[in-house]
């Protein structure tokens, strides 16, 4: 996009503000930072992160994460989906970087979660205000936070509180195993596959066979929507639109996971299929388009930056959980470049630290936004390197899982 098309879009960026000019100028100039370090990256998300939440202080959604910082908005609200899964992000780090307050973090982060969940079990949508309408894909992901909770600080009214989210996924679905009511724009998802991973992990761990059973029919619907080039339809934001590599990834994520929690090779090949499919589109300084057509054709000039550091994880995962020891590379390839997007030493709060929606500024994805879950992500991403860990680690649920792992 040049200047001409810049001029193009809506005032409401506010692009003429001398704080957005100078980013719109840096990734016109295609300014780039120095790498270092993951520990030095790392530190400067989390506290991206870590402001990110204080800034919602003194507020009715305090303990929650600020869904981000805009041009149009500035600092935005809490975002009840994403600080679901940033809990997680938080206790890893607090190990890694031995930082004990980061745990206090994730602490009023549940708190809060579990202050907004509905009398049904659901999670509201959007930013949680009065009359949210729940989504599927979000209680997912506040499910996330909640197993966290419990597997890791032993905070027992969190499995309760994800046994009832499961309950509510597993009383929307249908009977192919899609989900076709409370979804985002009224259409279904692929990767609603990361959002019955918790749903599988709640009801493994909760001896809950009705919830195992509705996460094993959202994969096997997952499955049909599998090419055979490895990527998936019915996994973009508006049906006639590719889906983003945000939510290509996303999809990837939860097959993957399933096939760990279920010891079922089926779930974890298709992951590794579509990991490997898109892996070879990858540029060798770690660069991804922001959207693909089957085939793994791209069709966007930008780069979806959450998405790059949602496959890095998703390569690391595959070559801890299938041997697909190749795919590191290509893992370390992707947070190589997204650390030449984050700025370490920016005089701006709201830029130092995080990660951009894309690459440049006003690509499609997450336009002239600094989002949490990309900084989340990436966090993650340096932390699975770094120690070779996953992010949240594997639950161990042996009671039922040997029950179920056959059906």
């Known amino acids: 996009m040049g200047i001409t098309e810049l001029a193009r879009l809506p005032i409401r960026y506010k692009p003429w503000l001398p704080r957005h000019l100078s980013l719109i100028w840096d990734s016109l100039r ?54 679901g899964y940033i809990i997680e992000t938080m206790i890893a780090a607090a190990h890694i970087l031995q930082r004990p307050e980061l745990v206090a973090r ?10 907004i969940q509905m009398p049904d079990g659901a999670f509201p949508g959007h930013f949680g205000e009065p ?80 919830l195992v059973d509705a996460g094993r029919r959202h994969m096997d619907w997952a499955l049909t929507q599998q090419t055979a080039s490895g990527w998936f339809a019915t996994n973009a934001f508006v049906p006639w639109r590719s889906p983003f590599t945000h939510t290509i990834a996303y999809a990837i994520r939860g097959l993957l996971e399933a096939g760990v929690l279920l010891g079922e090779a089926r779930y974890l090949d298709a992951a590794l299929k579509a990991g490997r499919g898109i892996a070879a589109r990858q540029r060798s300084d770690g660069w991804l388009a922001g959207t693909y057509r089957d085939g793994w054709e791209a069709d966007a000039g930008y780069a979806c930056l959450t998405g790059i550091a949602q496959m890095s994880l998703n390569w690391t995962r595959l070559a801890q959980a299938a041997g697909a020891e190749d795919l590191r590379t290509h893992a370390r390839r992707a947070l190589s470049y997204l650390k030449s997007t984050q700025r370490l030493d920016h005089a701006d709060d709201a830029v130092r630290g995080g990660i951009a929606g894309s690459s440049p500024i006003w690509g499609d994805y997450s336009r002239f936004e600094y989002p949490n879950w990309a900084a ?32």
């Not at 998300?45 to 910082?69: K, M, N, Y």
């Not at 041009?71 to 600080?83: A, C, I, K, N, Q």
């Not at 989210?165 to 259409?187: I, M, P, S």
Request: net charge negative; hydrophobic share 40%.
């Open 30 to 83: 295609g300014v780039s930072s120095p790498c270092q370090d993951h520990r030095a990256h790392l530190s400067a998300a989390i506290d991206w992160l870590c402001r990110a939440q204080d800034v919602r202080e003194g507020r009715p959604d305090a303990g929650g994460v600020s869904a981000g910082w805009s041009f149009e908005d500035g600092w935005l609200p809490s975002y009840p989906e994403t600080t």
């Open 106 to 115: 994730a602490q009023r982060m549940i708190d809060w979660e579990l202050s």
């Open 131 to 210: 009359g949210s309408r729940p989504v599927i894909f979000n209680t997912g992901q506040i499910m996330h936070g909640m197993i966290a909770g419990y597997t890791q600080l032993q905070r027992t009214e969190c499995l309760d509180a994800a046994v009832r989210a499961g309950h509510w996924l597993a009383g929307q679905q249908d009977e192919d195993g899609c989900f076709r009511r409370f979804e985002h724009n009224n259409t279904p998802h692929v990767y609603n596959t990361r959002a019955t991973w918790p749903l599988l992990a709640a009801g493994l761990i909760a001896g809950e066979r009705r």
């Open 376 to 407: 989340k992500f990436f966090a993650g991403g340096l932390m699975m390197d770094l120690a070779d860990i996953s992010v949240p680690p594997v639950p161990t649920v042996p009671a039922l899982k040997a029950e179920v792992a056959h059906g």
